[in-house]
Structure formats: structure tokens, C-alpha cells
């Protein structure tokens, strides 16, 4: 197994306040990881460190052993769905075509490659019926898959998704959970989400995060080690916060 | 009408004028989307008034004034833009602050250029009728970089308006295209000074896009329709003020302005409504 992402102490403060502190986490490729802890407790953060957004006061970063700068074109990114304007007039393919940035040509407009990788990751997310839709129409459910599809179209290594279930609701979120799963065949996928009940049913594994990796753990899934990833996490998440 | 189609057949000062809506109507349209679905109509109203101390200090020292416009237009936007993007958080008073600014420092130099200061309304509010032959030169070519520019950067660009975050993470530098549209805010607000004034600019180049964007779904469609929304703006505005004896400036915004409302409070309410029926039958 190859190493995907490898973290080494890394620590993080926008001035005073320690927002990550000694974080140790290695990744293997075609890993499914959740990231799972409490609003504040730097999961963002981590995120921004992993894709080059942010630099880290201390430590560093490495992915397939290189600087995320340099690799992040590599990376597909799901970010939460609040970050942009949904009545922007723009259109599924066009935002799915997005993920060719970085690879394609400079100038000019997309090419027949491009439009064909785009078609592929619509149709692996179940978005092609709607491609000329502007997004300002589609439901949250919708609105996330062309998301997804747009990292696809980055033909990534990696898949980082950011709360990527956070506003739609439960059958939905079980559909997209089934997706990832599927793409894990191919890809190192890494969640990040404030419900570890229900991750805990798909990742390999899971890191808690509070300014410390709390609890890291590696598993073959059994129902003891999903019970134990259900209940110690959540206690020792609450203990910190009150 | 008749007679304004008469004189525009015979006068060759109206045929400018008209040309001069035209070639104006395409930068607008274009940047104009960019300004509208971006929000940055403050940013580029700040610009624009800013623009009149170029023209001021170009005046006094007796330059080109539109050379004057054009380095003020180009370095406000600069300035603002760099700003922006490291200090996101005060970005507001500091447009008021250049804007306001830029025109007293515009209103000083002009107030101590000897001579008679008649050129100054023409600058603030426009006078499409007193085009040269040089001035159209000047604008096809400055829409020729603006048109070309979109051409080539048009997902560069999309991407920035749209997510900033995305566009950085597949290494397309935001800074630079953020500072690339508004250097061409800038150029499109030098212009439209000929034709409408700077007092005026941001209606004409806010205005055609506005209502564009209520009824096409994508930028590219949304530019065209605004272009072609400008030159009947133009155009129109350009034959009541020929018929009535009025200012040609004042009455394309307000042709502009007219049609946005109606568009907006009578056309948009009609057709929500008719969407409602649509779906509950």
C-alpha cells in the first residue's frame, strides 16, 4: 500500500489560539476516512492544510510525497454546498466542466475530451438527465451530486468532501453515501462529518478531531469495533466541549 | 421618428453618435455581466468617479483627458482590487473613499486650469453627439481587447465569479483574474465617458445586464442579450433626445432605467405568476 497523504505534527493558529495542535494522520491510497468531531474543532481547517489553502505553523504536509501545492490538481474537492451563490446563472455542465481547469488548455474554451469526461461524471452521478438545468433549480441532493461530479471530472487521485450531507436529508444522504462507496473502489476518499453514527457504517476508519486527533483508530469493520467507533468518539467529544 | 431617421440619414455628427451607442452597447453588455453577477456595481461606480482626477490632472497639465481617464481608470481598479484581496473586510469604505476622492481631487485641478471649464459637463454627464471620428477608433479598439480577452480567459474568468475557492484549488490564479476583470471594468468605464459621462456609467453598464440576466441562464447568452438591450438603449434614447431637444445622456439611462422597471415590477411579477398557474394546474 502506498501512502496518499501523510501528516506529520502539524500544528495550526490563525494568531493566538492553537486551532490544530500536533497532528499525526497518514492516509493510505483507496482509504475511506472519516473525519468526524465537533463544530470549532478544526476539520476545516485540516481540509484547507491537506488541499494547500493553508499553510501549516508547523509540520508539514506531504501527498504522494510531494507538497499539496504541486498536487492538489490531483485532488477532488467537495466543498460545502453554503460556499457559493446558488442563483449564479450557470448551468450543470458548465459548473461539471470546472473540474477540467488546471489540466485542460489556458485558452480558449473547453475541449471535445473535457466535454466527454464531464458526460462521464454526470452519468456516474446520476446527474445527466439535467445537465442544462441552472443550478439554482436542482434540490440539495441534486446540488451535491454535481459537486461530486465536478471533482470527478478532476479524474482524481483523491476525493475530499466537506460536510457533504450536511443539508439534505437522511435517503438522500444514505444515495451519496452508497456513491462514495463505489468510488472507493478506485479512489481515496476522505469525509469530513458532524455524524459519526452514520459514517461509521462506510469508512474504513476514523479520525476525531478537536484541536488533537482524539481518537485514530484502524479497523477491519466488526460490529464491536463499529460499537466501540460509535461511542467512545461521541463521549470523549462531548467531554472536551462542556 | 420620421425626422429623427431623416437627420440621421444626412447629419454624419448622429451617425457617430449612433456608432458610438453601438460600439459602447458591446463593452457593457459584456463587463456589464461580469459586474452584475459578481456585485461588484459599487466597485465599479467607485472606479468610475474616481476616473474624473485623472482627467482633472490630464487637463491641467494639458494632456489627453481620455489618456488621463484611462491611467486612473486602469490604477483605481488596481488599487481597489489588491485591497480586495488582502483585506476583504473594509473593502466598502475604502470604495467611498477613492470615489470620493478621485473627484475632488478631479474638481480641484479643473478649478485651477486657467480658462473656461466647459468640457467638464460633457465629461460628468456625456455628449454622445460631439464624438470624433478618432474617439470611435479608440472605442472599437478598446472593445477589440475586451471582446478578446473574454474570448480567451471565458473559464478563467467564469470560475472566479463563481468560486473563488475551487478556482485557486485547480491553480487558476485568482488574483490575476480578479485584477484582469476589473482592469477591464476600467476600460469600459473610459468607454462609456464619451457617451453617457462617468455620472452615468454605471447605470449603462449595470442596467442592460440586469435585465439580461432575468431571462438567459448563462453568461455567454446573458452578454449577447445585454449588448443588443444596450443598442436599442442607445439608439432609442439618442432619437427622443433628437426629437425633444433633450440631453442625450440622460435620456438613454432613463430609457434604460424605464425598461428595467418595467422588466423587473411588471414582465418578472407576470411571469412568476403564470409559472404558479402552471404548476398548480
Redesign the interface.
Known amino acids: 500500500m502506498t501512502t496518499a497523504i501523510q501528516i506529520d505534527n502539524v500544528s495550526f493558529a490563525y494568531d493566538a489560539p492553537m486551532i490544530l495542535e500536533n497532528i499525526n494522520l497518514s492516509i493510505e491510497e483507496k482509504e475511506f476516512l472519516g473525519i468526524v468531531g465537533p463544530n470549532g474543532g478544526g476539520k476545516s481547517t485540516l481540509l484547507k492544510i491537506m ?1 494547500g ?1 493553508l499553510k501549516p505553523t508547523q509540520g508539514q504536509v506531504q501527498i504522494f510525497s510531494k507538497s499539496p501545492v504541486k498536487q ?2 490531483h ?1 477532488g ?1 467537495v ?1 460545502q454546498f453554503a ?3 446558488r442563483h ?4 450543470v455542465q ?2 461539471v ?3 477540467r ?2 489540466i485542460t488548455r ?5 475541449n471535445r475530451e473535457d466535454k466527454l469526461i464531464a458526460q462521464h461524471a454526470m452519468q456516474t452521478t446520476h446527474i445527466a438527465d439535467f445537465a442544462q438545468r ?1 443550478i439554482g433549480r436542482l434540490s440539495g441532493g441534486q446540488l451535491q451530486r454535481v459537486l461530486i461530479a ?1 471533482a470527478l471530472a ?1 479524474q482524481p487521485k483523491i476525493l475530499i468532501l466537506d460536510e457533504p450531507t450536511a443539508n439534505i436529508d437522511q435517503r438522500v444522504e444514505e444515495d451519496i453515501f452508497d456513491l462514495l462507496k463505489v468510488l472507493n473502489q478506485e479512489l481515496t476518499v476522505i469525509v469530513v462529518s458532524h455524524d459519526i453514527g452514520f459514517i461509521s457504517a462506510y469508512v474504513s476508519r476514523v479520525a476525531c478531531l478537536n484541536k488533537t486527533l482524539l481518537c485514530h483508530q484502524t479497523s477491519s469493520i466488526t460490529p464491536q469495533k463499529l460499537e466501540q467507533l460509535y461511542h467512545i468518539p461521541v463521549r470523549a467529544i462531548q467531554h472536551q466541549h462542556y | 421618428m420620421s425626422t429623427f431617421l431623416d437627420a440621421l440619414w444626412q447629419f454624419s455628427f448622429l451617425q457617430h453618435a449612433m456608432l458610438a451607442g453601438l460600439l459602447a452597447s458591446i463593452g457593457c453588455g459584456v463587463i456589464g455581466t461580469y459586474v452584475v ?1 459578481k456585485r461588484i456595481t459599487f466597485l465599479a461606480g467607485g472606479i468610475a468617479h474616481a476616473v474624473l482626477g485623472g482627467m482633472g490632472i490630464a487637463y491641467y497639465f494639458q494632456q489627453p483627458v481620455l489618456l488621463g481617464a484611462l491611467i486612473a481608470a486602469l490604477g483605481t481598479a488596481l488599487f481597489i482590487g489588491w485591497v480586495y484581496l488582502h483585506n476583504q473586510q473594509n473593502e466598502d469604505t475604502l470604495i467611498g473613499a477613492v470615489w470620493a476622492t478621485g473627484m475632488a481631487v478631479g474638481i480641484l485641478f479643473i478649478s485651477q486650469t486657467p480658462g473656461y471649464n466647459v468640457d467638464l459637463m460633457s465629461y460628468l454627464f456625456g455628449n454622445i453627439l460631439m464624438v470624433s471620428r478618432t474617439d470611435l477608433y479608440l472605442m472599437a479598439g478598446l472593445d477589440a481587447v475586451i471582446v478578446l480577452t473574454v ?6 474568468l ?2 472566479t ?3 473563488e ?8 490564479s485568482v488574483t490575476f483574474f480578479y485584477l484582469l476583470l476589473l482592469c477591464m471594468v476600467a476600460l469600459t468605464v473610459v468607454l462609456l465617458i464619451r457617451v453617457v459621462g462617468l455620472i452615468l456609467v454605471i447605470a449603462l453598464l449595470t442596467l442592460p445586464a440586469a435585465i439580461a ?1 432575468q431571462y ?4 455567454s447568452y ?1 452578454m449577447l442579450l445585454a449588448s443588443v438591450l444596450g443598442i436599442i438603449f442607445t439608439s432609442t434614447g439618442l432619437g427622443i433626445a433628437y426629437e425633444y431637444n433633450l440631453p442625450a445622456g440622460a435620456s438613454i439611462i432613463l430609457v434604460a432605467a424605464a425598461s428595467y422597471f418595467v422588466s423587473t415590477l411588471v414582465i418578472q411579477s407576470l411571469l412568476k405568476k403564470m409559472r404558479a398557474l402552471h404548476e398548480s394546474g
Request: net charge positive.
Open positions: 488541499l489553502l492538489r490538481v485532488i474537492y466543498p460556499a457559493f451563490p449564479f446563472p450557470i448551468s458548465e459548473t466542466l470546472m473540474g481547469l488546471g489556458a485558452w480558449l474554451g473547453y441552472q465536478r478532476c | 453577477v474570448i480567451l480567459f471565458y473559464k478563467q467564469l470560475v465569479c463563481f468560486d475557492e475551487f478556482a485557486q484549488l485547480r491553480n487558476v440576466l438567459a441562464m448563462s453568461l446573458i
